[in-house]
């Protein structure tokens, strides 16, 4: 191995370390068939979503042939990944693209291939926090309004200034998810309550991630602590209908726009 194809792997490696995920050069994985030495090998386990990328990093001085591209989805079906992405810096013969479309394969430069990672591991990174939210959501709904208003998880509809409510706090949780994913940095929050938890507003991708689950937690203890309290008084008697988290949920939705 030349350096200069070491310090290739390494820094796409580097790359998905600094995105979270782990990434591992000159691996050897058992596949179905036989054994397989990847240049750059990436796994993620990230709130029930699963990550199995190879990555081919070729510093060559050609145009990659087909043959590559053929030999690539043979190992991303036997080790079962999820995708396969060719790197190359001098392009792609018209061959290797032909047999790359419509399959798991990307053919990309250097440049391109860290712009669609980046995105792609984003985007699955805060869709697993929209199903973490529509899981608390199923706990914090499935009691009455009166209760709700009785343990302190939201103010009386004619109640001002807002104390806490979690209805608004699941709003503002889902339209920064929006804002995030159209890559709107910085976001400023509006404060819809006195009590609140983190900073007044995110710089980047990793101070969202932060302040989602400073909130979360918070969120998620609030909602213990009075359900803790409705157990002592017996009045803990939650009703989460049908549990879906595949389908947004009408607060949601509302926050969705085009």
């Known amino acids: 191995m030349t350096k200069d194809w070491f310090d290739f792997q390494e820094k796409i490696a580097e790359h998905f370390r600094s995105l979270g995920v782990q990434a591992e050069t000159n691996k050897t994985i058992k596949g179905v068939r036989t054994e397989h030495d990847l240049d750059v090998y990436v796994t993620s386990k990230y709130l029930c979503t699963n990550i199995k990328w190879v990555i081919e990093a070729k510093f060559w001085k050609t145009k990659i042939p087909k043959e590559k591209v053929l030999a690539l989805r043979t190992i991303v079906d036997d080790i079962g990944a999820d995708r396969g992405f060719l790197i190359s810096e001098e392009g792609f013969q018209s061959g290797a693209i032909e047999v790359a479309k419509n399959t798991n394969i990307e053919l990309l430069t250097f440049e391109k291939f860290i712009e669609i990672t980046s995105d792609t591991l984003h985007k699955t990174i805060l869709d697993s926090f929209r199903v973490r939210i529509r899981l608390i959501s199923l706990r914090y709904y499935g009691h009455s309004k009166k ?13 001002y200034p807002i104390k806490f409510s979690g209805n608004l ?15 709107n940095f910085p ?72």
């Open 147 to 159: 209760i709700r208003i009785k343990y302190g998880l939201r103010e009386d509809l004619l109640e």
């Open 187 to 258: 976001i400023k929050f509006e404060k819809y309550m006195e009590e609140y938890k983190g900073y007044e507003s995110v710089a980047n991708f990793n101070e969202l991630i932060h302040w989602l689950n400073l909130n979360l937690n918070w969120l998620d203890e609030k909602i213990l602590h009075s359900e803790i309290m409705m157990q002592k008084n017996q009045e803990f008697s939650p009703n989460c209908g049908e549990v879906n988290l595949e389908f947004l949920s009408l607060l949601e939705l509302s926050t969705t726009s085009d």
């Open 169 to 183: 706090l699941f709003k503002l949780l889902f339209e920064v998810i929006n804002e995030a994913e159209k890559g």
